[in-house]
C-alpha cells in the first residue's frame, strides 16, 4: 500500500505477525472523535459517558485514549496483551487507521521503520 508523498510504502500483510509495535512504546496521545467515542462505546456495550470516564483522559479540550505500563513503556488500554492485538480494532480510532502514514513520519522514516515491520523504503 502507497501513501503519495511517502518515502515508504507499508505491507498490511505485517501486520499478523506483529505484536502490536504500533500500540505499545512510549507515551502519546490517541486522539478520539466525538463520533469515534459514540461507536466505541457501543462496541463496549457502555454509555458515552462511562466510556469517557473509564477509558478517556480529557486533555483541554480533546480526549484522548488512557494508556497503561507495559513492558518499560506504555500500551493503549485496548491492547490485549495476552493476544498482542487491539480489542477494538474495528472500531479503532482515525489516529490508528492511517498508521503508518502519519506526517511526522515523512521526515523520520528510521522511526516508523523501528516500529512497523511492514514499512517497506522506496
Known sequence: MKCEGYPYAFDPKACQSCTGKCCIGESGYIWVSQEEISAIALKLSLSKEEFINN????????????????????????????KKMCRIY????????????????????DEVVTECPGIIRL
Open 90 to 109: 474495528d472500531v479503532r480510532p482515525q489516529q490508528c487507521r492511517t498508521f503508518p502514514f502519519w506526517e511526522y513520519f515523512k521526515e523520520n522514516i
Open 55 to 82: 477509558y478517556l483522559l480529557k486533555i483541554r479540550y480533546r480526549f484522548t485514549i488512557k494508556e497503561i505500563a507495559y513492558e518499560g513503556g506504555y500500551g493503549c488500554i485496548f491492547f490485549d496483551m495476552e
